[in-house]
């Protein structure tokens, strides 16, 4: 399974970007969706997540200003980022889980590629 994100760029303080995510190949289905973020010198965090019911998971910092979505049809994963901060600067990175048929041995975990989101003050 291919994840590809896209919608990343150039924003400033106080701005808003909407990040795509789509999963390709054969799937199953797809368990939880989520999107991480590694900023220069940094461990790589979670900064959302959203299961298959629609349940959802969000860093403290990201809280109230960050919506997580998927639209299971399409296979596809967005973050709705406003009121961006400096500190939001990062590579986005989209992650799923979830199984490419039925039966044992048939789960998977994928990552996209990445998207730089970079926040000038």
């Known amino acids: 399974v291919q994840l590809q994100a896209s919608g990343g760029g150039l924003v400033q303080a106080g701005g808003f970007l909407r990040l795509s995510c789509g999963a390709s190949?054969?799937?199953?289905?797809?368990?939880?969706m989520g999107w991480y973020r590694q900023a220069p010198g940094k461990e790589r965090e979670l900064v959302a997540a959203?299961?298959?019911?629609?349940?959802?998971n969000y860093a403290d910092s990201v809280k109230g200003r960050f919506t997580i979505s998927r639209n299971n049809a399409k296979n596809m994963l967005y973050l709705q980022m406003s009121s961006l901060k400096v500190e939001d600067t990062a590579v986005y990175y989209c992650?799923?889980?979830?199984?490419?048929?039925?039966?044992?041995?048939?789960?998977?975990?994928?990552w996209g590629q990445g998207t730089l989101v970079t926040v000038s003050s």
């Open positions: 190949g054969t799937i199953f289905s797809i368990n939880t």
């Open positions: 992650n799923a889980d979830g199984r490419i048929g039925k039966g044992w041995g048939t789960t998977f975990a994928s």
């Open positions: 959203i299961n298959s019911g629609g349940s959802t």
